[in-house]
């Protein structure tokens, strides 16, 4: 069940247009954003407190930025404590071997897993695969996802670009490849598809020894892992199986049990526009729980994770990146991401959160990863909705300067100096040439009287770089008279 | 009152009735209007597409131009939001980078003295009855840096909604971006294009004569669309009815005037 790669993606606008073409998933990208945002809208307005709340989500993340060295070790032996076991990986090789060997070493197979971004962006059940072992997703769009063959497009509704005929097509081919086929006959309505799903799921659940999950939240006083979902598959992953094991980013911790009040907030309004989070699971260890009633798993493994977010986090304006809580409010209100679809952003991340994250903990050296910061009109809704007050429209620009002219990051914990990448050559010049017109007034008046005398011979349609704007859109006229020489000849020079 | 009129490269170049506007409309108000004719570009352009040190000649060029000038006032959301929003930060990076001595200062001093017309007429001059008339059915954009970068708010409206003979219909989704987002609608046509038709057939659903905004560069992406009978072939954009409207800078709503009539 190998999931797509995002190895040699094409850049964004070339991506993009396949999807803008596409009429089917432009309708469902646009019922489901829509609706998703208007929910999420009228949730969030219910607080009166809001802007506080979003606030203090970004105070607690940014202090455990800050201080995330000391937090990580606290962590650690908070959950050594409670009889897990903590390992660190540096990057997705580390992280998979790691998994995989915790699976060989069980003997088993097979394992669970609960949804998570983690394991998606190092490619988890690809290595496992690789390895012999089968990886089962559980939650429902992660399962439709995983039995269409195909790559998730939103970080929280994986499938948002399926709809519920496709659902089914995929249901009804797939389903008894791996496990439970689906029943038969089955319709397009979502609770026969539900049912469907639940019925194959439950076999999975009952059968599996190994689980696999992510968290959003680690508390560093207690060693308390936290899990939002919403099925309750992710309840059935974290407290049936005998081996749990946890891959986390780095940048999930939080000081202590108490900062979880604003996130309980936050997230599920933001994310699923719920008041309450449906199934919020919580375990320390293997627990007080884990006694002679067996109770739980009785091995935790936590692997922590870090796959670039290190060097993020020496970045000033970069870093705030990292206090993301993955609730896609950002990809709800994006007006690019609803007509270009997550698929184009090529990675587990996309829309405009997945346009500053890429790009960072990757690098820019590809062209896909070059082109997302360039995937955005800047208009800014994605930061008015976040729960963390990430400035998205910030970082881009950021990034933009990063790829366009060069300058400082870090890579692998070095601090480089990043090179203009290599397609701006021609653009870095126009900017440079306009920059050096707009520097000098007499000049610019100058082009103005030119293109004034050649306004009847101006062409509808431009070459090169232009025939992006005037394929689908006309020139502005050319006025007989810039505003500049209207007002010489009626007030004289000013001032 | 005096008041610097920052018309924006822009406006200077392919709008200039948008300009004329901002005068007539200000001296109709009792408002003396200066053109400092060292101004030029803020260097939006450069600065959103990645290029902050071409940026900086043009925000030391602006910041004296406008020196002296206690009220700059200018017909651009995202150009005024490039000033207040942006200066300050690009000045304070060349510092830092040790470039462009005093260009912190010089940002520090020009930012709040930047308004955005709409501002200027509700918040400085405290109107919103500027004696227009527009005999016309008219709905309005708001564009993105004026509406969540300045937070304009309903000021545009409201000022729209004091003209006389004016009809002013609300538009649906009007919050969303039109797609023109600066060198995006070169470098992501597509995309840009296909926020662009939605835009246009959401105004022209709504029946009105005019689509009306604030930001030039947005309207010209907008009206560009309009006028090309042909958008984006083999693309499902939602069809357009007919007839569309035109698009037209607010300026030139408010300038005006039942005894003028509009600008010639």
Request: charged share 25%; hydrophobic share 40%.
């Amino acid at each position: 069940m190998t999931g797509g790669t995002y190895l040699g993606m094409p850049a964004f606008p070339v991506a993009a247009r396949e999807a803008v073409r596409d009429g089917v998933l432009r309708a469902n990208l646009r019922r489901a954003t829509h609706t998703i945002r208007d929910r999420r809208a009228r949730a969030v307005a219910e607080l009166a407190d809001w802007d506080r709340l979003r606030a203090a989500g970004a105070a607690v993340k940014d202090h455990t930025l800050r201080h995330l060295d000391r937090y990580l070790l606290q962590l650690e032996e908070a959950v050594n404590a409670a009889g897990g076991t903590v390992h660190w990986a540096v990057d997705a090789d580390e992280a998979n071997r790691i998994v995989t060997e915790i699976v060989r070493a069980t003997g088993e197979r097979e394992v669970v897993k609960v949804k998570s971004m983690a394991t998606q962006e190092i490619g988890l059940n690809e290595a496992l695969e690789a390895a012999g072992i089968a990886a089962y997703e559980t939650d429902l769009a992660e399962l439709i996802v995983q039995l269409g063959h195909d790559r998730p497009s939103h970080i929280l509704v994986p499938a948002i670009h399926r709809n519920r005929a496709e659902i089914r097509d995929i249901f009804r081919a797939e389903m008894g490849r791996w496990g439970r086929p689906a029943p038969d006959p089955l319709g397009d309505d979502p609770r026969e598809l539900a049912e469907a799903a639940r019925l194959h799921l439950r076999e999975k659940f009952l059968h599996a020894k190994v689980a696999v999950s992510g968290a959003n939240f680690m508390v560093a006083e207690t060693g308390t892992m936290v899990v939002f979902e919403s099925e309750g598959n992710g309840r059935m992953c974290l407290t049936l199986p005998e081996t749990l094991i946890s891959v986390v980013g780095i940048e999930k911790v939080v000081p202590t049990f108490r900062d979880l009040e604003i996130f309980l907030q936050t997230l599920p309004r933001s994310s699923t526009a719920e008041r309450m989070n449906p199934y919020t699971t919580m375990w320390t260890g293997l627990g007080p729980s884990r006694g002679a009633d067996g109770d739980g798993p009785s091995a935790f493994h936590l692997v922590l994770l870090d796959n670039g977010r290190t060097d993020t986090l020496a970045d000033e304006t970069g870093r705030q990146a990292l206090r993301c809580i993955r609730c896609s409010a950002c990809l709800n209100v994006c007006p690019v991401y609803e007509r270009a679809g997550g698929h184009a952003y090529g990675s587990v991340y996309p829309g405009p959160i997945g346009a500053v994250l890429s790009p960072q903990l990757r690098g820019t050296d590809s062209d896909i990863d070059a082109s997302l910061p360039f995937a955005s009109t800047l208009c800014g809704a994605c930061y008015e909705v976040c729960p963390v007050a990430i400035d998205i429209p910030e970082i881009l620009v950021h990034l933009r300067e990063r790829v366009a002219q060069g300058g400082p990051a870090t890579r692998d914990g070095i601090r480089v100096r990043i090179r203009p990448a290599h397609g701006h050559a021609a653009e870095r010049a126009a900017m440079r040439a306009a920059r050096l017109l707009l520097d000098r007034p007499g000049a610019l008046r100058a082009g103005e009287r030119l293109l004034a005398r050649a306004r009847r011979l101006a062409p509808r349609r431009l070459p090169g770089p232009g025939r992006a704007w005037t394929d689908t859109r006309e020139l502005p006229p050319v006025p007989a008279e810039s505003f500049r020489d209207w007002w010489t000849r009626e007030r004289g020079t000013g001032r | 009152m005096r008041v610097a009129l920052f018309v924006t490269c822009v406006n200077d170049v392919l709008y200039p009735r948008t300009g004329i506007a901002v005068v007539r409309l200000l001296e109709r108000l009792g408002v003396d209007v200066d053109f400092p004719a060292g101004q030029t570009c803020c260097g939006q352009p450069q600065y959103n597409t990645g290029y902050r040190h071409e940026t900086e000649p043009l925000l030391r060029r602006t910041a004296e131009a406008f020196a002296g000038h206690e009220y700059v006032v200018t017909p651009s959301g995202s150009c005024a939001a490039m000033i207040r929003e942006h200066y300050p930060r690009i000045g304070r990076k060349a510092e830092r980078e040790g470039r462009g001595s005093g260009l912190a200062d010089a940002a520090r001093s020009l930012a709040p003295r930047v308004h955005e017309l709409t501002e200027f007429l509700v918040d400085v001059l405290g109107v919103t009855d500027v004696g227009a008339y527009f005999p016309h059915t008219v709905t309005y954009h708001p564009s993105c840096h004026g509406l969540r970068g300045l937070g304009l708010g309903d000021r545009p409206r409201r000022l729209l909604a004091a003209v006389r003979g004016l009809r002013l219909v609300e538009l649906p989704g009007a919050e969303e971006c039109c797609g023109f987002g600066g060198t995006f609608a070169v470098k992501n046509p597509d995309v840009s294009t296909a926020m662009g038709t939605d835009k246009i057939a959401s105004a022209a659903a709504t029946g009105a004569e005019v689509l009306c905004g604030a930001d030039n560069s947005c309207l010209a992406h907008l009206d560009g669309l309009l006028r090309r009978a042909d958008v984006a072939p083999g693309t499902p954009h939602r069809p357009v009815p007919r007839p569309a409207p035109r698009t037209l800078h607010l300026a030139e709503i408010l300038a005006a005037t039942e005894e003028e009539g509009p600008l010639p």
